[in-house]
């Protein structure tokens, strides 16, 4: 069990933050409410039983989209949002810690890249829960800390070359 952080106002509603002592999860918050959602109304007890049309168009938007077992696709989120939640993992005093005790980021393998309708496709070696997931949509991925480094600097690439 991880510290729950309150999202920041950047990041409300796309991304809420787990941190752990050495990986955080990063959850789609619409998503996930989509699904307390079908829970409360007695449409679905688990998480893999709700049949992805029961989501709302804009529930299944804010979703992550897994491609493969280290390619995701970000919730169709304002690319500050994602920025914003990396921040505040690696500005959170258990990433400090991390550091301090010898952990080092990946050299190399982590890539953002523009993805479709508003997403970005990501590349690396994240991890993720299969029990969390209604077909290719995911309530949340977890990052290894090696990987909050190379992924804000390939995010922040990203950035400034769609700005260009």
């Known amino acids: 069990m991880g510290a729950c952080l309150t999202p920041t106002p950047t990041m409300a509603p796309w991304y809420n933050v ?27 007890t688990g998480y893999r039983e709700a ?7 804009e529930e ?7 491609h493969g077992p280290a390619t995701f696709s970000t919730p169709a989120a304002p690319v500050a949002a994602l920025l914003a939640a990396l921040h505040q993992i690696a500005d959170h ?6 550091q301090n005790e010898g ?17 970005i496709t990501l590349v690396g070696p994240f991890i993720r829960h299969p029990e969390d997931k209604d077909g290719d949509h995911l309530h949340s ?13 390939a995010i922040a690439n990203l950035s400034v070359s769609a700005d260009a």
Do not use: F, K
Not at 60 to 66: F, H, P, S
Not at 93 to 98: A, I, K, L
């Open 93 to 98: 005093p258990t990433y400090d810690r991390w």
């Open 18 to 44: 787990e941190v752990n002592t050495g990986h955080a999860e990063l959850t789609a918050t619409s998503y996930l409410r989509g699904w307390y959602r079908l829970r409360d109304t007695g449409d679905t």
């Open 51 to 57: 049949a992805p049309d029961a989501y709302t168009d």
């Open 60 to 66: 299944r938007a804010a979703a992550w989209i897994t």
């Open 103 to 119: 952990g080092t980021s990946t050299p190399t393998g982590v890539r953002a890249e523009p993805g479709d309708h508003g997403r």
């Open 141 to 153: 991925v977890e990052l290894l800390y090696s990987d909050v480094a190379p992924l804000l600097d």
